[in-house]
């Protein structure tokens, strides 16, 4: 059974940095592409970004690029996501995901594994 867990979401002002954390486990983990979505109050589920199960391919919504980064310990089967110049508009519930496929996950509606998230605020 695939069990993804998040860490590393708070409280920050705006302008500053957090980075979250994916611990994953019950997967072959360098075989799948991992995600964030996120989940503002009364608000559906979007996608923020994607990296390849290598690592080499990333995709973000626009409204994060420049700020965000994705990236990936295969080693450590761990994904992260930098977040900086947080604003905010960027609270949310972070919720992880796994799929094995790496495509346009913006209008992906089955990914196979999520995580029970971890809650970002951004205070003005």
């Known amino acids: 059974q695939v069990h993804l867990v998040e860490s590393g979401g708070g409280l920050v002002q705006a302008g500053g940095s957090l980075r979250l954390s994916c611990a994953a486990s019950g997967l072959t983990f360098s075989g799948y592409a991992m995600g964030w979505f996120r989940q503002a109050p009364g608000k559906d589920r979007n996608f923020v970004a994607v990296?390849?199960?290598?690592?080499?391919?990333?995709f973000y919504v626009d409204s994060v690029l420049g700020r965000f980064t994705i990236s990936r310990d295969n080693a450590k089967n761990t994904v992260y996501l930098q977040m900086n110049s947080l604003k905010p508009g960027d609270t949310a519930v972070y919720y992880c995901?796994?799929?094995?496929?790496?495509?346009?996950?913006?209008?992906?509606?089955?990914?196979?594994?999520w995580g029970q998230g971890t809650q970002v605020t951004v205070s003005s």
């Open positions: 990296i390849s199960a290598s690592g080499g391919r990333t």
């Open positions: 995901a796994a799929d094995p496929r790496f495509t346009d996950w913006r209008v992906l509606p089955d990914i196979s594994s």
